[in-house]
């Protein structure tokens, strides 16, 4: 079925621990997004790509990393975990000019 | 720059009620102005969309109406149900300047619980 898989859905890590959350989507947009979700204060945008290869900041990229060498994945690496990165992540793809389809989320306790 | 300004809930109606979810927006050029709801547990769904000034997006008997004049685009529902009980959040999608990027930003969200 198209969609967006994320995974794992749920992750336990420790500080200072490199942990990767994956993202895959069927539809071939150009687009894809990362965001994560902290109570007060909604959606933040991590990172995005316009296309393979092609990767820019959002509005709270530190301590993250992304890439994207397929059109269908793209991963967010977290290189050295923070409690502060304690939180729930989408994904989410789109077309230009279209809303974004999301994931169902990956929720990272960092301990 | 542009951001979204959506009412800070919780919000808890009772089945039935009337609802009105406020939300305000500052932006340059012409926008899109969405809705998403989230369920608990699951990710976002696009509830609706509206491309330009006095459009109405509908949905699922919720509807917003782009308002220019006051900057606006306010979810309203008639008459909700236990199945609306969500968190709701207000995004403007826009462009840069040089019109290769679009971008969303979005509201802090509003939760909606509806009591049977």
């Known amino acids: 079925d198209a969609g967006i898989t994320q995974s794992p859905r749920y992750k336990i890590t420790e500080t200072g621990r490199q942990v990767t959350l994956m993202c895959h989507q069927t539809?071939?947009?150009?687009?894809m997004f990362w965001y994560r979700q902290d109570l007060g204060h909604g959606l933040r945008l991590i990172y995005y790509s316009a296309a393979a290869d092609i990767t820019d900041k959002g509005e709270v990229p530190d301590g993250y990393v992304v890439s994207r060498s397929k059109t269908e994945n793209f991963p967010l690496t977290l290189e050295s975990a923070t409690r502060s990165q304690t939180s729930v992540y989408f994904c989410?793809?789109?077309?230009?000019?279209?809303?974004?389809?999301f994931g169902n989320g990956t929720r990272l306790t960092v301990t | 720059g542009n951001s979204v300004t959506q009412m800070e809930g919780p919000v808890t109606l009772s089945e039935e009620a009337f609802l009105t979810i406020n939300c305000t927006y500052t932006a340059t050029g012409y926008p899109s102005l969405f809705w998403y709801v989230q369920y608990p547990g699951e990710g976002l769904q696009l509830l609706l969309k509206?491309?330009?000034?006095?459009d109405k997006g509908s949905n699922k008997g919720f509807e917003a109406t782009y308002r220019k004049e006051t900057t606006s685009f306010h979810l309203e529902k008639g008459s909700v149900q236990v199945s609306d009980s969500a968190v709701y959040f207000c995004?403007?999608?826009?462009?840069?300047?040089?019109?290769?990027?679009?971008?969303?930003?979005f509201g802090k969200g509003t939760l909606l619980t509806v009591n049977p």
């Open positions: 995004a403007l999608g826009w462009r840069n300047s040089g019109g290769s990027n679009y971008k969303l930003t």
């Open positions: 989410a793809s789109s077309e230009r000019a279209t809303p974004l389809h």
């Open positions: 509206a491309t330009k000034a006095d």
């Open positions: 539809w071939s947009h150009s687009y």
